[in-house]
């Protein structure tokens, strides 16, 4: 049987963190999910959730094939196999909220994409802040990065009406590449203000570890060249303009960040970027 909406999840070294994101995932209120997990570093996940007694019908495993083989590539192989009408992603280190589904598959009825707001924790869930919360409201490409200026694996997407695939060459900002992609044919997305997926910053994770301010500052030079480009064919004629807005104060704000970790030991990049995109 297949159901409405498949949630795809890579899992490397994702031994302490997958059931965390598992539970969230049958936590859902709206029961009409495939979980697709997909095993990165040739653990047998499905066992491993077996033992915790976290193992469901709706879950389906596969294996890259690889050890680190990259998490952009593994999505790459689910996306040619789901037949699920709606897609979301689900990092293993990071969770939903229990309505996350219900409300972003309500919103799918008239929208092409659905994004919400994030709660940010640090690894072990505590709450550090809330991120593009407030009012429902739909976000033009142009505007979306100024409310969604974290990271962007929470959104959801009707994959008959926008589609695309990760950019495997790409280290970082992979998942604002695949919104890139979708929104050759969407002109931005519908943005529900509560927060409904925890994202945990976990220090070893690829956009939090040793080394990624230089990473994310490469990544994003790279995507202003391509938009600068016109690699991107956008339908909201405005969205090139606003992205290199929003990435030329992100790279300000990089280049900026270990100076402000300094005087914030314990701040976020988020702390430091949210005020100069409100000037």
Known sequence: MTRTIGIITPAYQAETLLPQAVRSVLAQTNPDWEHWIISDDLVDYEALLGHEGLLDPRQRFRSSGKLGGGSTRARNLLFDEIATPYAAILDADDRLKPRKLELALEALAEH???????????????????????????????????????????????????????????????????????????????????????????KTSMSNSTGVTARMIAAKNTLVERLKAGFYPLADPEGVEGLLRFLTISLEAEAAYDAYLEAHPDGLFEDNLEPRLAR
């Open 112 to 202: 092409a994409i659905v994004s919400v707001a994030l709660d940010v924790m640090d690894d072990q869930y505590r709450h550090r802040r809330f991120v593009g919360d407030g009012p429902d409201k739909v976000l033009r490409t142009r505007d979306y990065k100024f409310t969604s200026l974290s990271m962007d694996s929470m959104i959801v997407w009707d994959r008959r009406k926008a589609d695309g695939r990760y950019d495997t060459e790409l280290r970082n900002m992979t998942d604002l590449d695949l919104l890139l992609q979708l929104w050759r044919t969407a002109p931005g997305t519908f943005h529900l203000g509560t927060p409904l997926h925890d994202y945990v910053k976990i």
